[in-house]
Each structure stands twice: as structure tokens, then as C-alpha cells.
């Protein structure tokens, strides 16, 4: 799809507006795996998330090649809008985003503070992104689909950097909610000439990618009603899922308990806040502890975008009683 030249172009792009993220090895994580463990801190971009980086791509090259257009339009559960409101404010372009109702309060809070108009629609993300496709016909706006190969371009530096920084790294976990963040990270690793095994996560609950895999063909659920709101995905993206087929090791699939007690460990060990879908990583690498031993490995904390009232209910009432008690001795 891309070479490396175009990836190093993309890196440019990205780094004139957020600074490389760190990749962290911290020892309290290390116990409790069992082995060598670094946290890629996407948590720690403008917009607490992975996702701005494939904005600024994404707009860089619409802007370049469409000088005219009037403005975005496209659908998020938070992420993937404010990665776009972001881009779209340094490039002076207006930006439409639309929500599912009960969307994060402070994801949307957040997209409005970057500048997007917000407009709630619809009970999941497929019914806001139906909505947003037709207005953005309507409208002469460009629809900015979630899966697309510049945003993949743009959030595969994040995995440049990391395997630049520890090219050694055995296994590399990765959430998956519309497919960029791991397709990137199998783009970056094909393109330095790495083995690394790259493993997808989802939720049990929201499993759509981890049946299409296993299937070899889209399969799509009823619900995605999983507290990680970053991988609620009812319907895989076709170009995603053959990338993620011939690339990825596997998929893990997680529930929401193990999530909220990544999200604990996270905070007791490294101070940093997860969202779920950043969590999940470390939640498939401790289930699959077993297999670990004697690896390095990578966990891409995606994002720290989790409301403060979903921390506390979901994680926060048992960080020092349950994330203390299990630490190896």
C-alpha cells in the first residue's frame, strides 16, 4: 500500500504537531506478566489519543489535493472526531461530527472545545456513521470514513516509533475497533523488515473483527454494548479484516471485568490512565501469560479518554484493595 519513504513522509506530517510519544518499560507491569513488558503511551498525544495522528494525514493530503473543500463530516464514539477536529482546525476547515446518543460526555465535551459542531444521532456508531454519510451527501461536505488508508498511513507512526525505539520486541497487542490502529502497526513492522507477531484485541462484547477472522469472511453482531467504547464495532471494515487476516498472529478476546482490571493496573503500577480500549492490550497479555514467558513484549496503551464517572464505577473503587493484593510477591 505505502513504502517506507511514504511512512517516514507521514512521521513528518504528524511530529510537526505532537511530539513523539514515549514507550515506557515499567517494572510493577513486568511482575505481574512475568516478563519484559513497554507501554507505547499513545495516552500522551494533544488529544490523549492515537487517533489524531491518521487525522493530520488524512486532512494534510485532502487539503493538498482539494483545496476547495468546504469542510468534514464523519461519525466517532470520540477518538476518530477528535483526531479530526483537531487536524481540522490547523488546517482552517470546519468539522461536522457526529455521536450515537449516551455517547462520553467528556469525549464530546472535548470535540466541541477543538472546534466541531457535535450532533447526536442514533442508539450505536453505525447509526451515526449512516446519518453522517447521508448529510455529508447533502451537504458537499467529505465524509471522512473511519478506515482509510491515510489514516493508516498516519497512525502507523506510532508503531515507527515504537519498533524503532525497541525493534526486539517478540509479541505487540494491539485493540482493535475500526482496524487502523493494528493495520498500521502490521504496515510498520512489514516495512522495517521486523517478525514481531501482532496480536488483535476486541471485546467479548463487541467481538465482530474476532469472528471475521476466524471465519475468513465478514461477520457482523447485533450489539456492541461494551463499556470500551473504542473497539464497539458491530460491522468490520473489508479492506481492515484482509489486512488484519494476512498480518496479524490472532485475535483475543476480552471481557469487561478483565478490562476494568487492566485499567487497575494501569493506575496502581504506571500512574496513567486507560481507557478500555487502551487497557485491553494489557488485559490479553495477562490472560495470555502463560504463552509469555521468557518475551518482550509490546502493549499499545491506545488512549486515555475514559469519563471520570465511568473510571470510578468501572475501575476506580478497587485500585488499592485489588490492584495491591496482586502483585507478585
Same mark, same amino acid.
Given at each position: 500500500?505505502?513504502?517506507?519513504?511514504?511512512?517516514?513522509?507521514? =512521521?513528518?506530517?504528524?511530529? @510537526?504537531?505532537?511530539?513523539?510519544?514515549?514507550?515506557?518499560?515499567?517494572?510493577?507491569?513486568?511482575?505481574?506478566? /512475568?516478563?519484559?513488558?513497554?507501554?507505547?503511551?499513545?495516552?500522551?498525544?494533544?488529544?490523549?489519543?492515537?487517533?489524531?495522528?491518521?487525522?493530520?494525514?488524512?486532512?494534510?493530503?485532502?487539503?493538498?489535493?482539494?483545496?476547495?473543500?468546504?469542510?468534514?463530516?464523519?461519525?466517532?464514539?470520540?477518538?476518530?472526531?477528535?483526531?479530526?477536529?483537531?487536524?481540522?482546525?490547523?488546517?482552517?476547515?470546519?468539522?461536522?461530527?457526529?455521536?450515537?446518543?449516551?455517547?462520553?460526555?467528556?469525549?464530546?465535551?472535548?470535540?466541541?472545545?477543538?472546534?466541531?459542531?457535535?450532533?447526536?444521532?442514533?442508539?450505536?456508531?453505525?447509526?451515526?456513521?449512516?446519518? @453522517?454519510?447521508?448529510?455529508?451527501?447533502?451537504?458537499?461536505?467529505?465524509?471522512?470514513?473511519?478506515? =482509510?488508508?491515510?489514516?493508516?498511513?498516519?497512525?502507523?507512526?506510532?508503531?515507527?516509533?515504537?519498533?524503532?525505539?525497541?525493534?526486539?520486541?517478540?509479541?505487540?497487542?494491539?485493540?482493535?475497533?475500526?482496524?487502523?490502529?493494528?493495520?498500521?502497526? $502490521?504496515?510498520?513492522?512489514?516495512?522495517?523488515?521486523?517478525?514481531?507477531? $501482532?496480536?488483535?484485541?476486541?471485546?467479548?462484547?463487541?467481538?465482530?473483527?474476532?469472528?471475521?477472522?476466524?471465519?475468513?469472511? $465478514?461477520?457482523?453482531?447485533?450489539?456492541? =454494548?461494551?463499556?470500551?467504547?473504542?473497539?464497539?464495532?458491530?460491522i468490520p471494515d473489508a479492506d481492515a479484516l484482509a489486512v488484519i487476516r494476512k498480518g496479524a498472529a490472532r485475535i483475543v478476546q476480552v471481557d469487561d471485568d478483565e478490562i476494568g482490571e487492566a485499567i487497575r493496573f494501569y493506575w496502581a503500577d504506571t500512574h496513567n490512565l486507560a481507557?478500555?480500549?487502551?487497557?485491553?492490550?494489557?488485559?490479553?497479555?495477562?490472560?495470555?501469560?502463560?504463552?509469555?514467558? /521468557?518475551?518482550?513484549?509490546?502493549?499499545?496503551?491506545?488512549?486515555?479518554?475514559?469519563?471520570?464517572?465511568?473510571?470510578?464505577?468501572?475501575?476506580?473503587?478497587?485500585?488499592?484493595?485489588?490492584?495491591?493484593?496482586?502483585?507478585?510477591?
Amino acid at each position: 500500500m505505502f513504502d517506507l519513504a511514504q511512512l517516514e513522509r507521514a =512521521h513528518e506530517i504528524v511530529a @510537526a504537531a505532537v511530539p513523539p510519544t514515549p514507550a515506557h518499560a515499567w517494572p510493577l507491569l513486568a511482575q505481574r506478566l /512475568g516478563t519484559a513488558v513497554v507501554v507505547k503511551h499513545e495516552n500522551h498525544t494533544p488529544i490523549g489519543a492515537f487517533k489524531v495522528r491518521g487525522g493530520l494525514v488524512y486532512v494534510d493530503r485532502l487539503k493538498r489535493e482539494r483545496p476547495a473543500t468546504a469542510g468534514l463530516i464523519s461519525a466517532t464514539r470520540g477518538n476518530h472526531g477528535q483526531s479530526l477536529a483537531f487536524a481540522a482546525r490547523r488546517y482552517g476547515l470546519k468539522a461536522t461530527i457526529y455521536v450515537p446518543r449516551g455517547n462520553s460526555v467528556e469525549k464530546n465535551r472535548a470535540m466541541r472545545a477543538f472546534g466541531a459542531d457535535l450532533v447526536e444521532y442514533g442508539d450505536d456508531f453505525q447509526a451515526a456513521r449512516e446519518e @453522517a454519510e447521508r448529510r455529508a451527501a447533502a451537504s458537499g461536505f467529505d465524509m471522512v470514513p473511519s478506515f =482509510h488508508p491515510d489514516l493508516v498511513l498516519g497512525v502507523s507512526t506510532y508503531a515507527l516509533e515504537l519498533m524503532r525505539a525497541v525493534p526486539d520486541l517478540d509479541v505487540i497487542y494491539v485493540p482493535i475497533g475500526q482496524g487502523s490502529g493494528i493495520c498500521g502497526c $502490521i504496515m510498520a513492522r512489514d516495512l522495517l523488515g521486523l517478525k514481531t507477531e $501482532i496480536v488483535g484485541v476486541q471485546s467479548t462484547l463487541a467481538p465482530s473483527y474476532a469472528l471475521s477472522f476466524a471465519a475468513g469472511t $465478514i461477520v457482523t453482531t447485533e450489539t456492541s =454494548h461494551t463499556l470500551a467504547d473504542g473497539m464497539a464495532t458491530r460491522i468490520p471494515d473489508a479492506d481492515a479484516l484482509a489486512v488484519i487476516r494476512k498480518g496479524a498472529a490472532r485475535i483475543v478476546q476480552v471481557d469487561d471485568d478483565e478490562i476494568g482490571e487492566a485499567i487497575r493496573f494501569y493506575w496502581a503500577d504506571t500512574h496513567n490512565l486507560a481507557e478500555g480500549a487502551g487497557a485491553a492490550p494489557l488485559a490479553a497479555a495477562l490472560k495470555e501469560k502463560t504463552r509469555l514467558a /521468557g518475551k518482550r513484549i509490546g502493549l499499545i496503551l491506545s488512549g486515555g479518554n475514559i469519563d471520570f464517572d465511568l473510571f470510578q464505577r468501572w475501575a476506580g473503587a478497587a485500585v488499592a484493595a485489588d490492584a495491591e493484593a496482586r502483585v507478585p510477591a
